[in-house]
């Protein structure tokens, strides 16, 4: 009697289970909306990474704001490039400019642990937020690079590494210019600059030059050597620290010779 009464309630739950599961079928095809075609192109011109550089939680949700109309800037998405531009402009059957210069994150820092003088020996969570909420950071400058690794957390190609001396270093060619990296890094180090930029600033501080030496034996100390007897390198010197101007172009013989002549050697080949 007992197993007939086991056997019953087994069976009353397999024609449950299976009248339930058809429910749910019908259902789903009832109620389920059809993906729109162009969302699906769209998807298949990007390039998948949902990175979010693009301000959307994924590719999929960009695809929809570009399908429905109500984004219409069809460069946003940096990692895929001129040909995702061009591919999805095609399919909504709109021209688009994606003659903008490529970009790649760079760390514009020397100051490693041999280099870079410390406020303390921090032993905390290995996150350079983290390490920033404590008198912000162990680093006397306060601008140069912890090398705790956030930047490489939101990677999401793996571009961005740690060395043995303790800094980050980006590989350009992996670098797919999402600006994860540079939107996470607390002290400002991990910049964009043009992926065939010849020279670039190897330091952040904007501390007045005697504090600067003082904190980084490498940091720049806003000399404007390279200003003054290198006026066609398109060196500025802002805030204590000397920046490129990018734009000028064909200056490659000029900044070789500034870098030469810098005192901290922070300008640095590419």
């Known amino acids: 009697m007992e197993i007939m009464k086991i056997l019953l309630g087994v069976l009353f739950t397999l024609i449950f289970g299976g009248a339930l599961g058809m429910g749910l079928a ?13 969302v699906e192109e769209l998807e298949g011109a990007l390039p998948s990474l949902n990175c979010g550089s693009c ?15 109500s984004d219409t800037d069809l460069t946003k998405c940096k990692p895929g490039g001129q040909s995702c531009m061009e591919a999805m402009g095609a399919i909504l059957g709109v021209s688009v400019d994606a003659s903008a210069t490529k970009l790649v994150a760079v760390p514009h820092c020397m100051g490693n642990n041999e280099k870079a003088l410390k406020k303390y020996e921090y032993a905390g969570l290995d996150d350079c937020r983290a390490a ?47 600006g994860n990296c540079v939107d996470i890094c607390p002290t400002g180090v991990m910049k964009m600059i043009p992926f065939d930029a010849d020279y670039y600033i190897a330091c952040n501080s904007k501390d007045k030059g005697k504090t600067t030496k003082t904190n980084c034996s490498v940091g720049c100390i806003g000399c404007k050597i390279c200003e003054k007897k290198f006026p066609d390198g398109a060196f500025t010197v802002k805030d204590n620290l000397c920046v490129i101007d ?5 200056r490659e013989e000029s900044r070789a010779e500034a870098a030469a002549k810098c005192p901290a050697k922070c300008i640095l080949e590419m």
């Open 26 to 38: 019908v259902a789903f095809r009832k109620f389920s909306v059809e993906k729109d075609k162009v």
């Open 55 to 69: 301000g959307y939680a994924g590719c999929s949700g960009y695809a929809e704001a570009l399908a429905d109309g």
């Open 132 to 178: 920033m909420t404590m008198f912000k950071g162990f680093k006397s400058c306060e601008y140069g690079c912890l090398g705790l690794g956030s930047c490489i957390k939101v990677c999401p190609v793996d571009a961005i590494s740690k060395t043995d001396d303790g800094l980050v270093q980006v590989d350009k060619e992996l670098c797919i210019s999402c």
């Open 246 to 250: 990018y734009n000028d172009k064909d």
